[in-house]
């Protein structure tokens, strides 16, 4: 079994790892991983004690009572290159990636 694999300029290969999931429990919901992703697959999102997930605003700092936390979610899965850019920034180890199986 082989992975999608791209071939860069020099020849090189390179195996992207694209995003599965996003661990709820130790995000902070900083923004960091929001910021760095320039394909729009990822959404904060407020999350209340019994894990329902509510829309929220990246931008608002006020701390609503509807929800207890925010978390970053993966709303358009299907736009990642599998950069692994937010990996790298996150500081919580949220992010689980792999590599597409041909
Ligand atoms: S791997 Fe790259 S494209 Fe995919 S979600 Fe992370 S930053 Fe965005
Ligand atoms: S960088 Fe990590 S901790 Fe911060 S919002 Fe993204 S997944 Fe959550």
Redesign the pocket.
Known sequence: MGFATIIMPDGRTWV????LEINKEKCIGCGR?FK????E??QLMGMDEDGELIQVDIDDDDDDDEYEKKVMT?AN?Q?????????RICPKKC?T?AAMAL
């Open positions: 992207p790892k694209f995003v991983c760095v992703c320039g394909r697959v990822l993966v899965g736009n990642c290159i599998g950069c692994e850019a937010c990996a992010y990636h």
